[in-house]
């Protein structure tokens, strides 16, 4: 069958088993294999893909998916995976900008124009003080110590772990539920451990989360929603 997307191809001696593709911002195509992997199998591998790739290149051009905010009254923001509306308030007690009150994101109406600014650093407030609890616990429940903890506001790359085993997580996860994020967390800490993604990865992986998969599919197929 012939294939209409084109792809970068990257070949590692380091990359033992495991395929992967990633497409970036740009909407470039990257498909990772390890070195002597033959073309056919990359072109199965790329096929079985097919589907996915589409909807994300299409979501990525704008054709689905949420689009970008506007911040206008009833408009929805999600929050640990639920969805609360807008509203527009002419003042808010206690001076704060924006708050999330019974149910509601509340915003100033003098800060309008700074709206997206202010959600941001709201997300960023709430990753910095709820993932570090989250680190501190995992941490220690599976004796994996990260050297820091990094809030980013990456758009694709929910969470990564440096050599030195420092851990840089994007403050959009806060958009997901609960469940999503401590499985991007657990994810990067057993990165820790093992700084790939291969089967034994996996598997450490699915030790001390089992029920991961249904996670990592709910981010694969919601990751649209984690945006502004």
């Not at 992967?20 to 199965?44: A, C, F």
């Not at 990525?60 to 506007?70: M, V, Y």
């Not at 997580?169 to 990067?188: C, T």
Request: include cysteine.
């Amino acid at each position: 069958m012939d294939n209409p997307f084109s792809y970068d191809l990257v070949r590692s001696k380091r990359r033992r088993k495991t395929l992967s593709l990633q497409i970036k911002e740009d909407g470039k195509i990257v498909v990772y294999v390890p070195h002597r992997t033959p073309e056919g199998e990359i072109e199965r591998f790329f096929e079985k893909h097919r589907s996915w790739i589409i909807k994300k290149i299409a979501e990525k051009e704008g054709r689905i998916g949420r689009p970008e905010s506007s911040f206008l009254p009833d408009e929805k923001f999600f929050y640990l995976g639920e969805a609360y509306p807008l509203e527009i308030h002419e003042g808010i007690e206690g001076g704060r900008p924006l708050t999330l009150s019974f149910g509601k994101f509340i915003l100033s109406q003098d800060c309008i124009e700074k709206a997206r600014d202010l959600f941001i650093a709201w997300y960023t407030k709430e990753a910095k003080d709820r993932l570090a609890e989250r680190v501190d616990y995992y941490s220690n429940r599976f004796q994996l110590f990260p050297k820091g903890l990094k809030i980013t506001s990456a758009k694709s790359r929910w969470g990564s772990c440096s050599r030195d085993n420092r851990l840089c997580i994007s403050w959009r996860i806060m958009m997901a539920p609960l469940s999503v994020i401590d499985y991007i967390l657990i994810h990067e800490l057993v990165h820790i451990k093992e700084k790939n993604h291969s089967r034994k990865f996996w598997n450490c992986v699915g030790a001390l989360l089992p029920d991961y998969k249904k996670d990592r599919r709910w981010l694969r197929d919601h990751e649209n929603l984690l945006r502004l």
